[in-house]
């Protein structure tokens, strides 16, 4: 009886050995991989600095969260990032674990991407001239199953004029499962793309994909929609660089994209509705905006259809990922035909495929 006690008072020993050791664990170390992730972006970034504000563990469910990312140039502040992230998740994904592969899924929530254009360099945030690739494999050093994305958005910004230039594609959602294929598929594309978003806060974009994304170049056959943006939402961009400004109308854009072994295939169609270029109120700051204003309404008079008042056309291109070639004149043929013969019709051909990419050389 004495022996079987001794046992036991070395067993509960042990247990409040292993209780108290995953305390400290729980505690301390949260702390120590912020810090050393604080460290590494501080110091060993090339262009770059960075900092997170908290870094917590969820042992449960064998999961990380990192709080307060903020990415910026090194010769700018830090209250205007490059990238600010909210809340990145980092969970195991059990799918994969239950297939002999040790994965994660990814989510992200807040994120927001700032990229600055400007004739002064020193102005410039492109996020050039850094190893982005080593950076995330700092912050999520395991391969990926699913990537999930919400409540983001991305600016194109540029304030070298009187009315700053803010393009901007917010409420992005996005996701991608079976990126490591962990189903086994023997299909092409075994992966699927989706997301939603809003342009200039007033337009929906919406997109989906099926792709490969272990193979070693861009692999995929793509749908994207945008429907009925303002133009006149767009007017201090095309201002800073046309200038050129709208008065009325909405534009469309669907395009389908496939690529394989560095090669790309696909169209663009644009879709120009009830376009208003020169009001009866305009002042003209410029000879040049005048004469590009004046160029755009005859244009848009000529081969915009009499029927629905929309210009359209249809650019087509094949070849090289780098430097494909674009059809320009069945581009002219398509707008002509649409101005002149038939109405083109606001829907995606789904005429583009993988099957299509031009063969490798």
Excluded: C
Aim: proline share 3%.
């Amino acid at each position: 009886m004495k022996r079987i006690l001794k046992t036991l008072g070395r067993v509960n020993k042990v247990v409040w050995i292993v209780v108290i050791f995953l305390v400290v664990v729980r505690v301390f170390m949260p702390e120590g991989i912020k810090y050393g992730i604080n460290w590494y972006m501080g110091n060993k970034m090339e262009s770059y600095k960075g900092k997170i504000e908290d870094f917590d563990l969820a042992l449960y469910r064998g999961a990380y969260q990192i709080e307060g990312l903020k990415v910026w140039e090194k010769v700018k502040n830090e209250k205007a990032p490059l990238i600010a992230i909210k809340r990145l998740d980092v969970s195991l994904a059990w799918r994969g674990i239950f297939k002999g592969k040790l994965l994660g899924d990814l989510k992200v929530d807040g994120m927001k991407l700032d990229l600055v254009d400007s004739k002064d360099n020193k102005k410039k945030q492109m996020g050039k001239g850094q190893d982005w690739k080593a950076v995330v494999g700092k912050l999520i050093p395991i391969e990926l199953e699913s990537f999930r994305m919400a409540n983001s958005e991305v600016h194109w910004l540029n304030n070298d004029f009187k009315v700053p230039v803010d393009v901007v594609v917010d409420r992005i959602t996005a996701s991608a499962t079976n990126i490591k294929n962990t189903d086994n598929s023997k299909e092409l594309l075994p992966s699927k793309v989706e997301i939603t978003a809003r342009v200039q806060k007033d337009a929906s974009l919406t997109g989906g994909a099926k792709m490969n994304i272990l193979a070693k170049t861009p692999t995929f056959d793509s749908k994207i929609t945008m429907d009925r943006l303002n133009v006149t939402k767009l007017n201090d961009f095309f201002m800073a660089y046309g200038p050129i400004s709208f008065s009325s109308g909405h534009v469309s854009l669907l395009a389908e994209v496939s690529a394989k072994d560095d090669k790309i295939v696909g169209y663009v169609k644009p879709f120009i509705e009830k376009l208003d270029v020169m009001s009866s109120e305009e002042k003209f700051d410029s000879a040049k905006r005048f004469f590009n204003e004046i160029s755009l309404a005859s244009v848009n008079l000529i081969l915009r259809n009499p029927n629905n008042k929309t210009m359209a056309a249809k650019l087509e291109f094949e070849g090289a990922m780098k430097g494909p070639e674009f059809d320009t004149w069945g581009a002219v043929w398509s707008s002509l035909r649409n101005g002149f013969v038939e109405a083109m019709k606001k829907k995606l051909d789904n005429d583009v495929s993988i099957k299509d990419v031009p063969k490798k050389n």
